[in-house]
Structures are given as structure tokens and as C-alpha cells.
């Protein structure tokens, strides 16, 4: 090895010194999988470990070296969610249930970050079927958080922020149907961007997920990797329902960019819990940020959370009604909860609520129309501590919205919506901040968050039990 890796490198150094044959991808493939078999049973990121399928990934795009200028992620390790199919690697999500199931086919995605020239690290943990906001119950080990191991990395994609924050590889896939990409990004201390409605296929398994709520999307620790893994991911397959507009240039392209002043939007506070008092003291330490940088930020008197609560409760939990279960008895008591909400709804609740949900994401979006982006904090709150959310399983569906109130409405309405880090809690947990743009509006995003990330750095922030 020519050069000693760093486990907190960005993806797009790590790719720039394997394609100058600085490192060699045996050895990135090598020097992580070293680093999950220390650190995973601590933190609980991965539930499958694909030693023999990275180091194959490694061999054979070494192999292929005369075309690593073509291969926008070659030598770069990444993971996958355990939502994900993967053929051939068990796809648990979470559950029992599926503790053993091989998928016959590869999403979509996964087969174009391999033909990238990534190097698949293993399927991180997720709660059963992405149906908790933390990595925990069902068949996963508990996705701890790298700041502090009593509190949770958040979920549903837990084990794929927790992977980027402890170092155990520089990029994650994600999905998120409610805040599932943003809220453990945001309690784990890294960047995580929810996709707008479309960008990411689906394929070859499904149209679209929850209703049009849910998406894929990746998780890097700067916004620069985000963008660069956007690249590899987005792009419709043959078929799709329905597909967001390519952008004039790569989505790597935006963080050159600075943005002009922008008019921008702030939410506050939700009707439907309090916000607590170190997420107000970081979210407006970035809205002051946002103004010395050369924007006006204006606070406007809309609850989206509110305005869609309803539509996001029941279309939630009919999609978790609608997986196939062999035996309710193994399902994790939680998610039993949503499982049973949903089998309440009948085709025509189902139907009529989807317009519900449609007519009200129209009227949020023509609200924020005069607006380039709106920033709200991610969560209300800071991460939890490991076993205490919720309450009692029975009181799941009712405070699970207080939570996520500022994020689920951005699945409803279809825009992209990114998360960074914007500060830490008095017990040292991160908060992150939360920028909406446009429908459709990737690039401008990408644009002002990495602006921000330039005024606020803090990628050389670690956490201190991983940081060797």
C-alpha cells in the first residue's frame, strides 16, 4: 500500500488514489473489511458481512484497470441496506421471516454501483421492514450510535449511517419512506439525501414503494460523495411509472457551484410536539449561518407535518400491511402495530387517501413556490436512548410522529431533501439540519449544502471511539 488509508476518507479521494494506483482495491476491500470485523459487533452496522463477494469485487475490477477513468466509484467500498434485494446474499429485512431469503435478481441499483467499480462491503442493518425510525426488535442487532453506544444511530437506514460515522466504509445506500435516510443521518452526525420522487428506480421488483412515500438514496459523510454516489444511482429503468428529469450536468458538478442569493424558507416548530431546546439553538445557529453567507431566510407559518398526518400514518401503514408475513407471532410487537393499522384500511380508504395526500403536497408545494429552498431542523429531537422509543409498543403510531413531523411530509410531497450536520446536543449527540429544495431541484440542493458545508465544516470531526 502506497499511501495509509484514513477510515473517515471522502469516496472521492479514496477513488482518485485507486485509479493513480496509489492503493489497490484488494487493499481498500482489505483495510475495511479488517475494520467491520473490529468495530461491527460495537456498533451493530452490518447484518451481513460479504467478505468473499468485496474481495472478488476488488480482484476483478483490478483486472480492469486500463477503464478505471470510466468507472466513476472504482475502488470505492460501500454497503447496501437490508431492504435491498441482493441475489445470491441473504435480504432479511429485518425480520424474521425472511431470515434466510435469497431474491432470485438484483435491485436495479445495486447492480449499477458494482458495475461502477464499487466494492459491496455487506447489507447493513435496517428495524423489520424500515418500520422503526431506530435500528432495533425484529431479527437486527441494535444499530448504536457512534457518538455515544447507549443511544441509537436512528432508523430505518441505522446501520448505514452508523457504518459512515464509525468509519466502516466510506458510502452507504439508504431508503427512506418517512425520514428513514435523513433521521439516522442526522443523529449519526453525516449527510443523507432523500431523492426527489422518481430519481431512483425501484426496479426490477416494484414501480414505486409506500404509495410514492418512499425512495432510495445515499448516505457519505460530505456532500461531495453524496452527490457523486447520486451519479451511480439515479436514472430510471424501462418501465418505471414514473421518472425525474435528468440533470444539464452530473450531480458531482453541483458542489462547484455557489449558489446566488437565494430566498429561502424556515420551519421552526410543528403543532405536533415540541422542539427541543438544543434543535432550536443549532437550527437557528444555521439559519444565521445561511444569512452570513448572503441569503435571506424568512420564517412562514406552514405545518406540513400537520397537513399530512393523517395521509402519512395510514399509507405507512398499509404498506407494511401489504408484505407478506408467513407467522405475525415473529414480527417485532412495534411493527405489529402499523401491520394491524393497515389491514384496517379497505381498497377505497386506500384510493380516496392517496388523492388526500396528493391535493395536500400540491397545496405545500405551491405554498413554498416563491421559495429556492426551506430549512427545517431534521428531527425535533435528538437521538434516542437504545430501548426507550417507544414508550410501550401500543403508543408507537402516536408518538412516532412527533419525532419525524419535519420529514415525512417531503416523501408526501415528492421533493429532495438533504440533511447535515448542524451542531451537538449537551450530551454530545449530533443535530442535523434539514434543506428542502425544489421538486425535481437535486442539483440546486446539492449546490447550497455544500455551500453551507464550506462555512460550517465539519468532516474533520470524528467520533472518538472509532477514530483508529
Known sequence: MAVK???????WELRELARKGEVRPLEVAEFFLARIERHNPTIGAYMTVTADRALADAKRIEAERTNAASMPLYGVAYS????TPT???????????????????????????REAGGILLG???????????????????????AWNLDYNA???????????????GPLAEGSDGGGSIRGPSSNSGVVGLKPSRG?????????????????????ARTVRDVAMMLDVMAGPAVGD?????????????????????????????TRLGPVDDDVARAFHSACAAMREMGHSVELIDLDPGAMLLDCARALIC????????????????????MFHEGKKLSAADYVNLVAVMHNTARTIVERLDPFDALLTPTMTKPAMRNGSFPSRPDRYLDELWTWIAFEYPFNATGQPAITLPAGFSDRGLPIGLQIVGRPNGEFELLSLAAAYETARPWKRLKPPLFDS
Open 5 to 11: 488509508l484514513d477510515p473517515f476518507i471522502e469516496a
Open 318 to 337: 398499509v404498506g407494511i400491511a401489504a408484505i407478506p408475513i408467513t407467522n405475525l407471532d415473529w414480527v417485532d410487537p412495534v411493527v405489529r402495530e
Open 87 to 113: 441475489r445470491d446474499i441473504v435480504t432479511t429485512l429485518g425480520s424474521r421471516n425472511y431470515a434466510t431469503s435469497q431474491p432470485p435478481d438484483d435491485a436495479a441499483i445495486a447492480v449499477r454501483l
Open 80 to 83: 447496501l441496506k437490508d431492504l
Open 123 to 145: 447489507k447493513t442493518t435496517t428495524p423489520e421492514f424500515g418500520g422503526r425510525p431506530t435500528t432495533e426488535g425484529g431479527l437486527c442487532p441494535i444499530a448504536r450510535n
Open 241 to 269: 411509472p414514473y421518472w425525474a428529469p435528468p440533470p444539464e450536468l452530473p450531480f458531482a458538478d453541483a458542489v462547484k457551484f455557489v449558489p446566488k442569493k437565494l430566498r429561502l424558507a424556515a420551519i421552526a416548530e
Open 154 to 168: 436512528g432508523g430505518s437506514s441505522g446501520g448505514a449511517a452508523a457504518q459512515v460515522a464509525a468509519g466502516l
Open 199 to 219: 430519481r431512483l428506480t425501484y426496479a426490477p421488483y416494484r414501480g414505486e414503494g409506500w404509495g410514492g412515500f418512499a425512495t432510495r438514496g445515499p448516505i
